[in-house]
């Protein structure tokens, strides 16, 4: 598969690229170079190799989840410029 220059416009597009008009030609070889290597990849015989859920085989030592200071909503609303209901008040971001 390669990839011709309309191709790399929307890429650069859709991923929110800027590439300015003298690197397109540049880009879309590094890009052709992306796919190349992904179409090796596909060559190589992976019939008898597992599926890895982690290249690690060491499981993670859990703590107990123990609640050391609940039930102080009140303290740390003090520091709160503002609040409401027992909550944070913030700026709206969302329109």
Do not use: C
């Not at 929110?16 to 890009?31: M, N």
């Not at 060491?58 to 009140?74: C, F, K, M, P, W």
């Amino acid at each position: 598969m390669a990839v011709d220059n309309d191709t790399v416009r929307r890429i650069a597009f859709l991923s929110r690229l800027k590439v300015e008009p003298d690197k397109l030609e540049e880009t879309k070889e590094e890009f052709n170079k992306i796919l190349n290597w992904v179409e090796e990849l596909g060559e190589v015989n992976t019939d008898n190799v597992e599926p890895l859920v982690s290249v690690n085989n060491e499981s993670l030592t859990l703590r107990e989840d123990n609640v050391t200071a609940g039930h102080i909503s009140q303290e740390i609303l003090k520091n709160a410029p503002a609040q409401e209901f027992g909550y944070f008040v913030v700026p709206k971001v969302v329109e």
